[in-house]
């Protein structure tokens, strides 16, 4: 890195816990790059376990978010455009079934 006031981090860097030291969906969906479908907003999807999915309106799912970079140095005092939801419930459920089963 030969500037000083980025830093990076990439979604296999661990702690020395062994625990990921960026979990890049939630910055995804935080920063408002995409829509973080969990099961716990999804009643309906029951007990099983399935794993978060990220959605964008324009992309779809099933792209990769493979790290962030931070600006260090730098403050802006801006208004984020959260993204528009544009997957109903049901396509919502459907689009997470599809990616865990």
């Not at 020395?16 to 999804?42: F, N």
């Not at 140095?73 to 396509?91: F, H, P, T, W």
């Amino acid at each position: 890195n030969n500037f000083p006031s980025i830093s990076t981090l990439h979604d296999v860097q661990l702690s020395r816990t062994r625990r990921p030291q960026i979990l890049v969906q939630t910055a995804g969906h935080v920063s408002g790059a995409c829509w973080l479908l969990k099961q716990e907003d999804y009643p309906q999807l029951g007990d099983k376990k399935h794993y978060t999915v990220c959605h964008h309106p324009v992309w779809g799912g099933w792209f990769a978010i493979r790290g962030v970079v931070i600006f260090t140095e730098i403050r802006a005092n801006i208004q984020m455009v959260e993204l528009g939801r544009v997957l109903s419930d049901k396509q919502a459920v459907e689009m997470i079934k599809l990616y865990n089963e």
